[in-house]
């Protein structure tokens, strides 16, 4: 992988005559908190410029985004995120965010140690547990981190920092002009330095004090715009770093859960429970209300223990339903494209199957739940929500639940649900000790979230070699918002530009674009059928609505008897658009000359204030596609990709670079293999082992992430950019290496190569021929 060149950042603003500092971008207030050591913290008054840099359209997105909805709605609680000094010279910060592997702790600590002029492994930045003080500011989504927490967290680390320089200036009895400050060592001309550590005490407050501070300029950046490597890998990979179930909780032990049959199937009867409570190494064995809960000595105890389990069942939300019953149950609800056009036009149909949201770490969660008092520990992006339901599930007041939010193994958006904390705490309620929860893997996959099935239809009617309209009707099942970003919506709902529209629709409008100069353009959202446990998966709508788009303008440029990628250069209304697209054509070498049966694809998406273009190439010959795998799908293969990417201001391009081949990772899934098969009220797949994500059979060869010179003095999103244009590009390769554009995603889930596990018991039997596979 490489990064391309970086530009400047933008001039330095100036200052008036009278010297005194001129209004600007990079002035704030902020406070020193009354506190033993030093606390600065930010105060944040005005929203964010939602303008998209000047570029005239009447897209949605291009005034007010879901992110900026988010931001707007972080701000009035942004003065209580705060930064602390600590006697030993490190400086400590909580980050209200849930960190699950996209690096957002290495990116924090990278804004304080700019701000602060510390080295960067002097910034010690852990998880906040859950504080409902900060209402909309502790939700983990949206790819809104970074955006929502650049000012707040560098106002306050500034803050810090003059208030460290008051306090070295009067223990060196020097004037603050005549120090210099480097690595945390504050200097005076005679050389004589002082720590931060040595004058954390001394720049401590007895009372809260408003100051105003100044943001470095982006031209003396040292820290922010350099590829660092993350803070937490050496505890990665030496096995030191914790997750949940690595936790010393005091008599937490191990918990799995019998589930039903269907999905949310509920419990009927149990004719062997005392049977159950008496078997090795089990100590406690109760129905709740998503099955019956079994605490052991061992996971393995309660594998065997669930596996007993005889247990009635009665029918689920889904029952009786299958792929084909819930897309005749989709084209039901579509909503009609319109009347036919007068002019000549182009169109498809797509459908995009169930995909699973399931993370690389298990479910789980440690909960002790004791009379008049909670505590959970969990994986959450989404604690403040998930603490008022386990609040008011157990009937305990807010203030008696503790919420720890704990670095997780993956998200997806999976940890945007907390059913694992509410099941936890809900067991350890009834059973009065404390439990250590544990999701099978075909737990998950069967009772788990889901990226919702859905259909997409598109339309783009033009005249000779103008594009008129572009109409699309996006129709899904039921998507899940239950965890925080519906009450966001709802408390901003006033000051949207979206008129009076349900919250689903609203938010399909704000996390939707448009990157060409497409005409009159109206997108639209269908929704139907709630029986199904879905959720925000990664980009949420924008993988299946931008691959529908992105073929389609495939169809239409062939129409027109133009090349794909000087198509979409023509009809881009953004210059940061065109130079992503221009990159990945000449980095990717567009337009060579390929064998038949393989093919280029090219794609684009803006979203977020980000860009991303993604070319790949594709093998469909036969050799390839019917490559003999162990109860595998092996499909066509990628086998090149090149990926563009613009946020306008990388804080960490290393960081950047993982994101996006993560987000190629996800959308090559997604078009080739990723999918759950519905039958009888169930998912078939069990597991990771039947669940196709990109195996490395299906991993491109080459692969190249190119990070574009910086564009505007903030970052953009990057957490989901990649993935719907990685999805387009590689559909795109398969229709040309084909010749047929493909309508049903992913294009392998006709193909059923595996086996179904059983769904009762609702665990298969450990695997014990581990060695049959060995190479």
């Given at each position: 992988?490489?990064?391309?060149?970086?530009?400047?950042?933008?001039?330095?603003?100036?200052?008036?005559?009278?010297?005194?500092?001129?209004?600007?971008?990079?002035?704030?207030?902020?406070?020193?908190?009354?506190?033993?050591?030093?606390?600065?913290?930010?105060?944040?008054?005005?929203?964010?410029?939602?303008?998209?840099?000047?570029?005239?359209?009447?897209?949605?997105?291009?005034?007010?985004?879901?992110?900026?909805?988010?931001?707007?709605?972080?701000?009035?609680?942004?003065?209580?995120?705060?930064?602390?000094?600590?006697?030993?010279?490190?400086v400590a910060f909580a980050l209200p965010r849930a960190e699950v592997g996209q690096g957002i702790t290495t990116s924090t600590a990278m804004l304080i140690a700019e701000e602060m002029d510390v080295p960067l492994d002097r910034v010690r930045v852990t998880l906040a547990d859950a504080r409902p003080e900060l209402v909309f500011n502790q939700l983990t989504g949206g790819s809104n981190t970074t955006i929502a927490t650049y000012t707040p967290v560098r106002v306050a680390a500034a803050v810090a920092r003059g208030r460290l320089l008051q306090a070295a200036a009067a223990r060196l009895r020097s004037p603050v002009g005549e120090l210099t400050w480097k690595a945390g060592v504050v200097t005076d001309r005679a050389g004589r330095g002082v720590g931060i550590g040595a004058l954390a005490q001394q720049a401590a407050s007895v009372s809260t004090r408003q100051v105003s501070v100044e943001l470095k300029a982006s031209d003396r950046f040292t820290v922010i715009g350099t590829p660092r490597g993350r803070i937490d890998a050496l505890a990665a990979v030496t096995?030191?770093?914790?997750?949940?179930?690595?936790?010393?909780?005091?008599?937490?032990?191990?918990?799995?859960?019998?589930?039903?049959?269907?999905?949310?199937?509920?419990?009927?009867?149990?004719?062997?429970?005392?049977?159950?409570?008496?078997m090795p190494g089990v100590t406690d064995a109760v129905v709740i209300s998503t099955g019956v809960a079994v605490r052991a000595r061992t996971f393995g105890q309660c594998i065997d223990a669930v596996r007993a389990l005889r247990v009635a069942w009665r029918p689920g939300t889904a029952r009786g339903k299958s792929d084909d019953t819930v897309l005749e149950e989709l084209?039901?609800?579509?909503?009609?494209?319109?009347?036919?056009?007068?002019?000549?036009?182009?169109?498809?149909?797509?459908?995009?199957?169930?995909?699973?949201?399931?993370?690389?770490?298990?479910?789980?969660?440690?909960?002790?739940?004791?009379?008049?008092?909670?505590?959970?520990?969990?994986?959450?992006?989404?604690?403040?929500?998930?603490?008022?339901?386990?609040?008011?599930?157990?009937?305990?007041?807010?203030?008696a639940v503790t919420v720890h939010v704990v670095e997780g193994g993956g998200s997806f958006g999976r940890k945007l649900f907390f059913?694992?904390?509410?099941?936890?705490?809900?067991?350890?309620?009834?059973?009065?000790?404390?439990?250590r929860l544990m999701w099978h893997r075909a737990d998950d996959s069967r009772q788990g979230r889901t990226h919702p099935m859905s259909t997409s239809r598109v339309r783009i009617s033009y005249a000779g070699d103008t594009v008129l309209a572009y109409t699309q009707r996006h129709t899904s099942v039921a998507t899940d918002f239950g965890h925080g970003f519906g009450e966001i919506v709802t408390a901003l709902a006033a000051r949207l530009p979206v008129g009076d529209i349900g919250f689903s629709q609203t938010y399909f409008q704000l996390s939707r674009s448009m990157p060409y100069r497409f005409g009159v353009d109206s997108q639209q959202l269908s929704e139907t059928d709630k029986g199904f446990n879905t959720g925000s998966m990664?980009?949420?709508?924008?993988?299946?609505?931008?691959?529908?788009?992105?073929?389609?303008?495939?169809?239409?440029?062939?129409?027109?008897?133009?090349?794909?990628?000087?198509?979409?250069?023509?009809?881009?209304?953004?210059?940061?658009?065109r130079a992503a697209l221009e990159k990945v054509a000449e980095a990717g070498n567009w337009g060579r000359a390929m064998p038949a049966g393989t093919a280029q694809g090219i794609a684009l998406q803006t979203e977020y204030r980000g860009v991303s273009a993604v070319l790949v190439e594709i093998d469909c010959r036969p050799e390839t596609v019917n490559r003999p795998l162990r109860d595998g799908v092996a499909g066509p293969r990628v086998t090149k990709a090149v990926c563009a990417v613009d946020v306008g201001l990388a804080i960490n391009p290393r960081g950047l670079e993982a994101q996006m081949t993560g987000c190629l990772t996800d959308g090559i899934a997604q078009a080739l293999t990723s999918s759950l098969h519905l039958r009888d009220g169930y998912f078939l797949e069990a597991s990771w082992d039947n669940y196709f994500y990109t195996r490395q059979w299906n991993t491109p060869l080459e692969l190249e992430i190119i990070v574009m010179p910086d564009t505007r003095a903030e970052p953009g999103g990057a957490g989901e950019l990649g993935v719907a244009a990685s999805m387009a590009a590689v559909a795109c390769a398969y229709g040309r290496a084909t010749g047929t554009m493909p309508t049903t995603f992913p294009i392998n889930h006709g193909t059923l190569s595996f086996a179904p596990k059983p769904t009762v018991p609702p665990i298969p039997p450990s695997p014990a021929d581990g060695l049959d596979h060995a190479y």
């Open positions: 992988m490489r990064s391309a060149d970086r530009r400047s950042g933008p001039e330095p603003r100036t200052r008036p005559e009278s010297g005194t500092p001129a209004p600007g971008r990079r002035r704030f207030l902020g406070y020193v908190l009354a506190a033993p050591t030093l606390v600065a913290a930010a105060e944040i008054g005005a929203a964010p410029n939602a303008a998209a840099d000047g570029i005239p359209s009447a897209e949605i997105t291009d005034l007010i985004d879901l992110n900026d909805a988010m931001t707007l709605a972080a701000l009035p609680t942004s003065h209580l995120i705060t930064i602390e000094v600590d006697t030993d010279g490190t096995g030191r770093k914790k997750f949940t179930l690595d936790l010393d909780v005091p008599d937490a032990l191990p918990t799995m859960v019998c589930r039903p049959p269907t999905i949310n199937g509920k419990v009927g009867s149990v004719a062997d429970l005392d049977e159950v409570r008496a084209r039901a609800a579509e909503l009609p494209l319109g009347l036919p056009p007068l002019t000549p036009s182009v169109e498809g149909s797509f459908t995009f199957h169930f995909r699973s949201n399931s993370a690389l770490e298990p479910n789980c969660a440690i909960a002790d739940v004791r009379p008049g008092r909670a505590e959970i520990w969990a994986s959450l992006k989404s604690p403040i929500v998930a603490q008022q339901t386990i609040a008011a599930r157990l009937g305990l007041p807010l203030s059913d694992a904390a509410l099941e936890a705490a809900e067991i350890s309620q009834r059973i009065g000790k404390p439990v990664r980009n949420v709508y924008g993988p299946d609505v931008v691959c529908a788009r992105e073929l389609v303008v495939d169809r239409l440029a062939a129409r027109m008897n133009k090349d794909p990628y000087a198509f979409r250069h023509a009809f881009l209304h953004d210059d940061r658009a």
